[in-house]
């Protein structure tokens, strides 16, 4: 079910966004965003204006971010409002349905989209045959799928590159990988870490895995926030799953880099890390207007909510139920959250969760409510399928 309203605007002086642990065989994770106002050892308490104060149970939330801007930039798409074709008629060269867009023909498609300067831009790509498009960011101009500035990353077939073309400055091949599941997979989840200062390190991932990373570049010069998706010949391509959000410049772990723990040295207490990399060891004793409190083992240390990045939870193993009138409820700004559904109208969403307990969510919250989100045969309908071009 679709939904026409608006979501507040709020300006805070810092986001916290949790993401829940998974549903029993369910990957996907719920998440929800607010104000820390609370946080001990058995909950954690935000303050949103779309359902007031919520107190999750710490075991069922799996990481806990902050940021100093909205996380979210952009989450789609839902249809072709805001973007542009360089052809000039989005409906000749592109389709819109079920959260995805669907290329016709050679010609691209570009957004507007406001990059932070610690920014994770993700989505997904389907293809028939082989892959082979360019993906652009930072570019200054939507209307040309050459744009001058800016940054592409190129797929073809098994090959990988990311060409980097900056203002006043000579022009960088920054990547070139050799992909050789590329063709048998006919799809793949892409994720660009970008930090823009020059000491800052950059890197693309496919599918959860590195493939390339680069770092002694100043992004800061550019100045267009234009991202494109352009086909580079006329078999279609699917794009779906588009976010741009912040992220807290800390590249994910891999595997071989992971060092064990020495017992001896471990420190007790929860780790929690600043925006600058630091990381503290201590408990939360309180939270108020915006500072925390911690105890450590080398005294009380006072910490402004907004220069915090993230807190590390317990690994406890915990899960939430599925249930049988549950409902998935899709905000404006990305992301999801699962509610039974208790009652619904014009105004009000009524539900309960594991996490939170029950809890009332002004309807203008949401961007689309979809139902009986546990029965597998239905997600053809409601995502499409791999056939469905």
């Known amino acids: 079910m679709t939904?026409?309203?608006?979501?507040?605007?709020?300006?805070?002086d810092h986001y916290a966004l949790a993401t829940i642990k998974g549903h029993f065989r369910d990957s996907h994770r719920d998440t929800i965003r607010g104000r820390l106002t609370n946080l001990d050892d058995k909950t954690i308490t935000l303050e949103t204006w779309y359902a007031g104060n919520l107190t999750l149970r710490r075991s069922l939330v799996h990481s806990l971010d902050i940021f100093n801007q909205s996380p979210s930039f952009y989450n789609g798409p839902d249809g072709p409002e805001g973007w542009i074709s360089a052809g000039g008629n989005i409906e000749k060269y592109w389709t819109f349905k079920n959260r995805t867009m669907i290329s016709k023909a050679r010609s691209g498609i570009a957004r507007e989209v406001t990059i932070p300067?610690?920014?994770?831009?993700?989505f997904t790509a389907n293809w028939k045959s082989s892959p082979y498009f360019r993906i652009l960011f930072f570019s200054d101009d939507g209307s040309d799928d050459y744009p001058g500035?800016?940054?592409?990353?190129?797929?073809?077939?098994?090959?990988?590159?990311?060409?980097?073309?900056?203002?006043?400055?000579?022009?960088?091949?920054?990547?070139?990988?050799?992909?050789?599941?590329?063709?048998?997979a006919e799809t793949a989840e892409f994720t660009i870490y970008l930090d823009r200062s020059k000491d800052g390190t950059n890197a693309v991932h496919i599918d959860g895995k590195e493939?390339?990373?680069w770092t002694g570049v100043d992004d800061t010069k550019f100045k267009g926030n234009w991202i494109h998706f352009v086909p580079q010949n006329t078999s279609p391509i699917k794009f779906s799953n588009i976010s741009v959000s912040q992220w807290d410049g800390i590249l994910p772990a891999k595997p071989e880099d992971e060092e064990k723990e020495d017992p001896e040295e471990k420190l007790e207490g929860q780790e929690?890390?600043?925006?600058?990399?630091?990381?503290i060891i201590?408990?939360?004793?309180?939270i108020d207007e915006g500072q925390v409190s911690l105890s450590t083992s080398f005294g009380d240390v006072g910490v402004p909510i907004k220069l915090m990045?993230?807190?590390?939870?317990?690994?406890?193993?915990?899960?939430?139920?599925?249930?049988k009138n549950d409902v998935r409820c899709w905000f404006h700004e990305?992301?999801?959250?699962t509610v039974k559904l208790k009652s619904l109208d014009e105004k009000t969403l009524r539900g309960y969760s594991q996490v939170w307990g029950d809890a009332e969510f002004d309807i203008n919250a949401f961007s689309r409510i979809e139902f009986n989100i546990w029965r597998p045969e239905l997600d053809t309908a409601r995502y499409g399928s791999s056939t469905d071009w």
């Open 117 to 122: 300067d610690k920014a994770k831009i993700s």
């Open 282 to 286: 201590g408990s939360v004793k309180s």
């Open 272 to 279: 929690i890390r600043l925006a600058n990399g630091d990381v």
């Open 309 to 323: 990045r993230s807190v590390a939870l317990s690994e406890e193993i915990d899960e939430v139920r599925m249930e």
């Open 211 to 213: 493939i390339g990373t």
């Open 334 to 337: 990305g992301g999801y959250i």
């Open 149 to 184: 500035t800016g940054y592409s990353l190129n797929v073809q077939r098994t090959y990988m590159s990311v060409y980097r073309n900056a203002p006043n400055d000579r022009n960088n091949d920054i990547i070139s990988e050799s992909i050789r599941n590329m063709l048998e």
């Open 3 to 12: 939904l026409n309203g608006a979501p507040k605007k709020i300006e805070a």
